[in-house]
């Protein structure tokens, strides 16, 4: 009789209710991907092109190349992507360009904050 309970004690459970809930588990723990937006920065004609340059650089941390790149296409197309991400980022971005003021040495002229909207990209 001692061989029959250990033998019993030893059968497998069956792991068909375990697996189904833990199924069920990751499928509701999945993360939904976000869709994507873009910061795009608008042409200006007052600010200087060295002030835009500088603002994306402080703001993005892009190297000399790269901010000249898209400040020029700003300024060539009317409107440039600096950046894309999740919405709450590129809003901050935004809100971080236009934190930065216009151009010191454009004030007297007019200038403003640089110009820049929040636009999600096709998906």
Same mark, same amino acid.
């Given at each position: 009789?001692?061989?029959?309970?250990?033998?019993?004690?030893?059968?497998?459970?069956?792991?068909?209710? &375990? &697996?189904?809930?833990?199924?069920?588990?990751?499928?509701?723990?999945?993360?939904?991907? &976000?869709?994507?937006?873009?910061?795009?920065?608008?042409?200006? /004609?007052?600010?200087?092109?060295?002030?835009?340059?500088?603002?994306?650089?402080?703001?993005?941390?892009?190297?000399?190349?790269?901010?000249?790149?898209?400040?020029?296409?700003?300024? &060539?197309?009317?409107?440039?992507?600096?950046?894309?991400?999740?919405?709450?980022?590129?809003?901050?971005?935004?809100?971080?360009?236009?934190?930065?003021?216009? /151009?010191?040495?454009?004030?007297?002229?007019?200038?403003?904050?640089?110009?820049?909207?929040?636009?999600?990209?096709?998906?």
């Amino acid at each position: 009789m001692a061989e029959s309970a250990a033998v019993a004690q030893t059968e497998p459970v069956s792991e068909e209710p &375990q &697996q189904e809930a833990k199924q069920k588990s990751q499928e509701n723990t999945k993360r939904k991907r &976000q869709p994507p937006y873009a910061v795009i920065l608008h042409n200006d /004609d007052v600010n200087t092109f060295d002030h835009v340059v500088n603002v994306l650089r402080k703001v993005f941390r892009y190297e000399q190349p790269k901010a000249v790149l898209l400040t020029n296409e700003a300024h &060539q197309t009317g409107r440039s992507t600096v950046w894309s991400g999740v919405l709450e980022v590129a809003e901050l971005k935004a809100d971080q360009i236009r934190s930065c003021g216009a /151009d010191p040495e454009r004030k007297a002229q007019g200038a403003l904050s640089l110009r820049v909207s929040v636009e999600p990209l096709p998906q």
